[in-house]
Structure formats: structure tokens, C-alpha cells
């Protein structure tokens, strides 16, 4: 079976301090995954996709970036983080031909 | 306007009653229809998925298309405590594999069932 991961599961950072959030997804191969941004009682914003290793694209310009530097990892990066960062972020991943996606436990990140 | 509408809510039941959640869309290119249940602080989990008009059934949950109306619904029956939850809907368009296949995501509807 597949099993999503991520982590930290709750982070506190000030403004202006760097961010990286992890993904890895177990159980499948080459799958599409997601960067989704949820803000208190608000839905889902996609942030990034990418459908395979080293491929990203940004939905959403703003002071984030991914990466995919392997099959079943995904990565959330800021160099300086905003207030406006705050929120719950979750990851998602899907196979190849299905629409389904998945979704990890999130993080819940605060910017102080 | 957005291109998924979803009742707000929030929606509050007594245990036992039967539970209907909407989402209306506007781009006729949506396909393929899902519902996800996320309780708080967790990530949203995949209820029901559905691709064609009619009902859809699965345990206490229906999942209803009318492509026609552009119109989705998902009931409950016998709604229990553990429903308590906010409810997501979600579709994607037809052949968009090589653009990610993206999920266009109504903002919720919260449902409370009160013992």
C-alpha cells in the first residue's frame, strides 16, 4: 500500500528565516505530486506541481519554491519567510492516468 | 466567479439525520467528481470519487452528479458524531495529464452531528 509522509508536523519560525518542508511518498512509482496551502477555514490553494524528478511548476508566484530532486520527494522551500506564510501545508500525490489525490497529515506552519 | 461553488455552511445536525452537502460548477470540461472528509488539523481523506451522472453508493455515503445542472451533492445518512468534519469537493478536467491534472477544490462545507 502507499503511504504518504511529512514533516516537521509543526513549525514556528520568525519572519525573514529560511523554510524547507519534506514529502516523500512510499509504495508507487513516478507519481504526480502537489504543494497545496491551506489558510484557516479556507480551501485548498495549489502552490506547485511536478510530474516527474526536476520538474516543477509554480501555480502561484510568491516567495516559495520546490523541488523534486528524487522520485518520491518533494520539497517546499522560502529563503525569507513572510507572516503571510502562515498556514496549514499539505502535499499530495496521485498515479499516472487516475484524477484521485492523496494527501499527507500536513504541516502547520506559524510566522512570527 | 469561481469555478466551484460549494454551500458554506456551517451545518449542524441531530445524530440520525440525513446530511446533504452541494457544489455547484461552472466549466463544463469537469470530468471527473470527488469528496474528501477532513477533520481538524489532519489532512483531507478521499471519500468518494465518481466520473459519471447518477448516484453512487457506498455505505452511509451517495455521491450524486448531474452534469446537465452542472451540480454535485454528496448525502449522508444516519449521520453519526465521527461525521463531524469539513467536507471538500473536487473535479478535474478530461485530458490534462501533461499539465498535472490539477484538482479544482471547493472551500467546504463544516458539518457538526450532535449527539
Known amino acids: 500500500s502507499q503511504t504518504i509522509h511529512q514533516w516537521p508536523a509543526t513549525l514556528v519560525q520568525p519572519v525573514g528565516s529560511p523554510l524547507s518542508l519534506e514529502c516523500t511518498v512510499e509504495?508507487?512509482?513516478?507519481?504526480?505530486l502537489y504543494w497545496y496551502r491551506q489558510a484557516a477555514g479556507r480551501g485548498l490553494q495549489l502552490l506547485f506541481y511536478?510530474?516527474?524528478?526536476?520538474?516543477i511548476s509554480s501555480e502561484v508566484p510568491q516567495n516559495l519554491s520546490a523541488s523534486r530532486p528524487q522520485d518520491r520527494q518533494f520539497i517546499l522551500s522560502s529563503k525569507k519567510l513572510l507572516l503571510s506564510d502562515s498556514g496549514f501545508y499539505l502535499c499530495?500525490?496521485?498515479?499516472?492516468?487516475?484524477?484521485?489525490?492523496?494527501f499527507g497529515p500536513g504541516t502547520r506552519l506559524t510566522v512570527t | 466567479q469561481k469555478e466551484v461553488e460549494q454551500d458554506p455552511g456551517p451545518l449542524s445536525v441531530p445524530e440520525g439525520a440525513i446530511v446533504s452537502l452541494n457544489c455547484t460548477y461552472s466549466?463544463?470540461?469537469?470530468?471527473?467528481f470527488m469528496w474528501y472528509r477532513q477533520y481538524s488539523r489532519k489532512g483531507p481523506e478521499l471519500l468518494m470519487y465518481?466520473?459519471?451522472?447518477g448516484n453512487k453508493e457506498d455505505g452511509r455515503f451517495t455521491a450524486q452528479v448531474d452534469k446537465s445542472s452542472k451540480y454535485i451533492s454528496l448525502f449522508i445518512r444516519d449521520s453519526q458524531p465521527s461525521d463531524s468534519a469539513t467536507y471538500l469537493c473536487?473535479?478535474?478536467?478530461?485530458?490534462?495529464?501533461?499539465?498535472?491534472?490539477?484538482?479544482?477544490f471547493g472551500e467546504g462545507t463544516q458539518l457538526t452531528v450532535n449527539p
Open positions: 466549466n463544463s470540461a469537469f470530468q471527473y
Open positions: 465518481t466520473y459519471s451522472s
Open positions: 509504495g508507487t512509482s513516478n507519481p504526480n
Open positions: 499530495a500525490w496521485k498515479r499516472l492516468g487516475l484524477d484521485e489525490q492523496y
Open positions: 473536487a473535479m478535474s478536467a478530461f485530458g490534462e495529464e501533461t499539465s498535472g491534472s490539477r484538482l479544482t
Open positions: 511536478s510530474v516527474g524528478i526536476g520538474q
